[in-house]
């Protein structure tokens, strides 16, 4: 099942941004054995008229490693606010779609860039 894990603290130089946090996850057989190179897709899920209209929206594709584990950076442009997210392959061998538990994480909006700073004023003409 995908889950959020902080990325490793780094020094920053001022001004900069800390990385976004990685959604992370592994997929395999009960027993553990891991399935390698499988296709993933990280999709956000919404449930409206009390669950009568379900809408999933692909967020990311991507593939798993040789150990069946994926991760990408928990940032997605234009969407911010509470999601609920899975993970779905549809190609896991001959053992048909796979798909996670939901989980819900609450994506925040980039902080705005910063004003440019005004212009520093020289010494006054002599």
Known sequence: APRVREPPPVEEAPGTQ???PLLAGHLGLLDGTPLAGA???LQA???SRRGEVVAEQTLATLTTDSQGAFALAASFP???GRISLRALSTAAGTFGAVVSDPITIVLSAPPAAPLPS???AGPPPP
């Open 118 to 120: 005004p212009p520093v």
């Open 18 to 20: 800390a990385p976004p």
């Open 39 to 41: 296709p993933i897709q």
């Open 78 to 80: 234009g969407i911010s």
């Open 45 to 47: 899920r919404r449930v």
